[in-house]
Structure formats: C-alpha cells, structure tokens
C-alpha cells in the first residue's frame, strides 16, 4: 500500500501511534540505526544530522525511537522475553550497549551478524585462499585455537603487519563471544544469522526521511519515526 506525501503528513499531526504488544514470547531481537537530517533553528546554520535507532522484535515487530534509548529498552523490556534470547547485530558498540540493558546477561545470547563479519572478513585484502579459508573456519565459528597449527581464523591473520588485517584481528578479539557456529544455526533454523531485514526497515525509513531537500524539525522527528513504525507494523489503514 502505497501512502502519499499528504496523506503521512495528516497522519503525523492526527494520531498518535503506540509500539505494538508482542502476541507471542520474544525470542530474537535486532537492532540497527539510521540517520535523519534536522533544521537548524539558528537562520543561516547549517542542518545538520543525528542518529535513531529501529528494532525489530521476533522478526515480525518494529520500533523506531529518535535520542531516546531508555524508551526503546523499556519497550523490548516490557515484551515476554524467553531463554535463550538471541540478540543480533551488526559490529557498533551502540547497538551493543543497548543489548546490556535488554533481558539478563544469562538470557542473552548475543550474535555477531555473519553479514558483517563476512563483509569485515574481506575488507583485510590480500590472498583469495587466505580469505576464503577464513571464511570456512568464521562460518563454523573457529576464530582462535590454543594450538599453534593454523587451521583457525585468528590464525591466519596473526603474522599479518598490514593495518587491515591488524583491524581484522581486533575485531575479532572484540566481538569472540559473539561469534557463533552460523553453519549449525542456519541448517537448523534455530534463528537468523544476519540483521538484514532490521537494516531494510531503516532503508525503507531512511527513504521517507531523505526525501530531496528535506529538513525536519526537532519536535517532529518522533512522530514521523512513530508513524513509520506503524506503517511497517500494518497498523495504518485508509
């Protein structure tokens, strides 16, 4: 269903719409960030841009909530979260540190997006074999051995002087928790490997947003993020 310009505008200053209620026990979390463009109230200052954040709840329910991360946990909070509760994002610490304050450190079962970690994976360059090796050894969730034999991962790369791979190396230190068997999940289907659909909702939004030209006003930006939520939730109707 496509919705005119006008007709989101009237939406926006008319109603005021809720983040839905789970029907069901929340068992996967995603979280992604987008950025939107404000007017400056200052005349002849530049706009300038700030982050929000969207959510997505059991792959079916979305949040969007603009500098206001209190409200967002409060709302996946307010959820029947369920054990494990497998928490799914890309590599910024942001998303991260809102993970901390969802469920309990013994619910959560944080995953690193395979997307990310494959796209980071190729960013080092340098030899096809070593690259595609390491792949095989992420997907099955081997990223470091106490065993000196290569084999691993973090292998691979240890001995490599150039500064991508050195970043490589730390982003793996940083998130080895968080690197799982995605072969295993993905064969079984026990839950996603990737934030992608999240990441598409703030494409979708970011589209609304970025219109040509557009500046918005501070006070406004909450509720047209509200209404973009509704609109992917199936809550508008004409």
Not at 194 to 205: D, L, N, T
Request: charged fraction near 20%.
């Amino acid at each position: 269903m496509k919705v005119s310009h006008s007709t989101l505008q009237r939406l926006v200053h008319r109603q005021d719409f809720q983040e839905p209620q789970t029907l069901q026990g929340v068992s996967e979390v995603s979280i992604d960030g987008g950025k939107v463009r404000l007017r400056s109230q200052v005349k002849g200052v530049e706009s300038y841009w700030r982050d929000y954040k969207a959510v997505r709840l059991q792959g079916i329910y979305y949040g969007t909530f603009f500098q206001d991360n209190l409200s967002l946990t409060d709302w996946v909070n307010s959820q029947r979260l369920v054990y494990p509760l497998v928490c799914l994002g890309d590599g910024h610490d942001g998303v991260w540190n809102l993970f901390q304050e969802i469920g309990s450190d013994q619910q959560r079962q944080e995953i690193l997006d395979w997307y990310h970690l494959k796209e980071n994976l190729y960013k080092v360059g340098g030899s096809i074999k070593r690259l595609k090796a390491a792949e095989t050894f992420l997907w099955l969730g081997q990223i470091e051995s106490a065993m000196p034999a290569a084999g691993y991962a973090y292998a691979l790369f240890v001995d490599l002087k150039k500064k991508p791979a050195q970043n490589f190396i730390n982003y793996l230190k940083k998130h080895s928790q968080r690197i799982v068997n995605y072969e295993y999940l993905s064969e079984e289907g026990l839950c996603s490997i990737g934030s992608g659909a999240v990441e598409s909702a703030v494409k979708q939004i970011g589209k609304r947003l970025k219109i040509s030209g557009a500046q918005w006003k501070l006070a406004n930006v909450p509720r047209m993020l509200q209404l973009r939520s509704a609109y992917l939730n199936g809550q508008l109707t004409t």
